[in-house]
C-alpha cells in the first residue's frame, strides 16, 4: 500500500509540475507577445511618418513640374 502512495504522490508532483511549467510558458509567451506588440507599434507610426514624408515629398516634386513647365512659357511668352 506503501508504494501505491508513493507513485500517487510521484503522479501528483509531476502533474503539478507540468502545470508550474505551462504557466512559465505562457508566461514567456505572454512578453514575447508584448514585446512583439511594443514592436509593431513602433513600426506603424514609423510608416505613417514615412508616409507623410512620401506625400510631403511628392507634392514637392508637383510644385517642380509646374515650374518647370511654365519656365519655357515664360521665355516664349518674353521674347
Not at 510608416?47 to 515664360?74: C, F, H, I, M
Request: no cysteine; proline share 1%; charged share 20%.
Amino acid at each position: 500500500m506503501n508504494i501505491l502512495k508513493d507513485k500517487t504522490a510521484l503522479i501528483a508532483i509531476a502533474a503539478i509540475a507540468a502545470l508550474l511549467l505551462m504557466g512559465y510558458a505562457n508566461l514567456q509567451q505572454a512578453s514575447a507577445n508584448k514585446q512583439l506588440s511594443t514592436q509593431v507599434e513602433k513600426l506603424s507610426t514609423q510608416l505613417e511618418q514615412l508616409n507623410g514624408k512620401s506625400v510631403e515629398l511628392q507634392e514637392q516634386v508637383d510644385d517642380l513640374a509646374q515650374q518647370l513647365t511654365a519656365k519655357p512659357r515664360q521665355l516664349v511668352a518674353s521674347r
